[in-house]
Antibody, heavy 127, light 107 residues
Framework: EVQLVESGGGLVQPGRSLRLSCVAS????????MHWVRQAPGKGLEWVSG????????GYADSVRGRFTLSRDNAKNSLYLQMNSLRADDTALYYC????????????????????WGQGTLVTVSS | DIQMTQSPSSLSASVGDRVTITCRAS??????LNWYQQKPGKAPKLLIY???SLQSGVPSRFSGSGSGTDFTLTINSLQPEDFAAYYC?????????FGQGTKLEIK
């Protein structure tokens, strides 16, 4: 059974940093792209960042580029999101999601989708 | 970025009804369109990829169609567990983008 378990969320002041983690199990982690997708309270889904199976390609939403850094450790079946210079509009539930396509060369290959999701970790940015 | 627009934003229907949700892309995305279902307090769940393939375990009353810029998600014979929010997402170009969602409520 595929499982994605996020952690690291919490209440943080504007301008501070936070590091999210996602631990995967139930599939061969280093064969698939991984992503973070967030959802602000009462709002829709927003893709944040994605990384290929071998970290060869990483992408970011414009809203987080330059502030967030995505990485993975395949030996630990783990995905990380380093979030710096946090702002109030980063407040959201952050989901870890698995790419469906095997060993895709880009972080979101044409035709890919997010086939498994974790339960999310809540990030609240407030003074 | 490709903009995805869903309609309607909300929809009321009864158990047993057939409903259709529409998703329109700001430019052609071929058939690279996915649909997700999200129940309150839960993570999204992949329903259909790309455009018309049913994800494993998803009931056959769900179907997707379309290509280019216009897509539809159809649910035949609504069941109580189908009342949820639905999102479309394009995977034609980076960054991946979602529609704003359609909330399906019980009439």
């Amino acid at each position: 059974e595929v499982q994605l378990v996020e952690s690291g969320g919490g209440l943080v002041q504007p301008g501070r940093s936070l590091r999210l983690s996602c631990v995967a199990s139930g599939f061969t982690f280093d064969d698939y792209a991984m992503h973070w997708v967030r959802q602000a309270p009462g709002k829709g889904l927003e893709w944040v960042s994605g990384i290929t199976w071998n970290s060869g390609d990483i992408g970011y939403a414009d809203s987080v580029r330059g502030r967030f850094t995505l990485s993975r450790d395949n030996a630990k079946n783990s995905l990380y999101l380093q979030m710096n210079s946090l702002r109030a509009d980063d407040t959201a539930l952050y989901y870890c999601a698995k790419g469906r396509l095997y060993a895709s060369g880009t972080y979101q290959a044409a035709g890919d989708s997010f086939d498994y999701w974790g339960q999310g970790t809540l990030v609240t940015v407030s003074s | 970025d490709i903009q995805m627009t869903q309609s309607p934003s909300s929809l009321s229907a009864s158990v047993g009804d057939r409903v259709t949700i529409t998703c329109r892309a700001s430019q052609s995305i071929s058939t690279f369109l996915n649909w997700y279902q999200q129940k309150p307090g839960k993570a999204p769940k992949l329903l259909i990829y790309p455009a018309s393939s049913l994800q494993s375990g998803v009931p056959s009353r769900f179907s997707g169609s379309g290509s280019g810029t216009d897509f539809t998600l159809t649910i035949n014979s609504l069941q109580p567990e189908d009342f949820a929010a639905y999102y479309c997402q394009q995977s034609h170009s980076t960054p991946p983008t979602f529609g704003q969602g359609t909330k399906l409520e019980i009439k």
